[in-house]
């Protein structure tokens, strides 16, 4: 860290607390070449991967297009906007834990479509439906076989416990 006074790398840490909204730590430093003080903050940086579309393009991850997305899946649904938000949190942090540079925009697809499936039969299968591409309503029937025997599997695992 060079001092901003005389541009000297050589410091001394006097003080260190957590900033007012707790989302850095504030240093109080001292120049040992001119004994100036300064302040420094440090921040986590978030690492939020480059999302490659389907054509090739990059574009920066974007949480509000995902809460656009989940919050037309479930449209007139009995869910919260705590419960979607923390669909978009979950997908956020699978993200940023890939520790990845890019993503495939599919693996984030299918990671929505995960966690709606725990979510809501009827907004997995509407998100899905797009997601997917759905050419015709077999593509659509396939995919409701598939969530009503992941909701029958559930119901039987619930009885025997």
Do not use: W
């Not at 890939?98 to 479509?113: A, F, H, R």
């Amino acid at each position: 860290m060079k001092c901003p006074f005389c541009s000297n790398s050589e410091n001394k840490v006097i003080d260190s607390r957590l900033s007012k909204d707790g989302n850095s730590i504030r240093r109080r430093r001292e120049c040992l070449a001119c004994s100036r003080r300064f302040t420094t903050y440090e921040y986590v940086e978030d690492v939020i991967p480059v999302v490659i579309k389907k054509d090739g393009r990059r574009e920066p991850f974007d949480r509000v297009k995902i809460l656009s997305g989940l919050k037309k899946a479930c449209e007139k649904r009995a869910i919260s906007m705590d419960a979607i938000e923390a669909v978009v949190d979950r997908v956020e942090e699978f993200c940023q834990e890939s520790q990845l540079k890019e993503i495939p925009s599919s693996v984030i697809g299918e990671k929505i479509m995960e966690e709606l499936h725990r979510l809501d039969g009827v907004a997995y299968v509407r998100f899905a439906s797009v997601y997917r591409q759905f050419k015709d309503v077999n593509d659509f029937m396939e995919e409701l076989k598939d969530v009503l025997k992941t909701n029958e599997t559930r119901r039987s695992r619930t009885r025997r416990t």
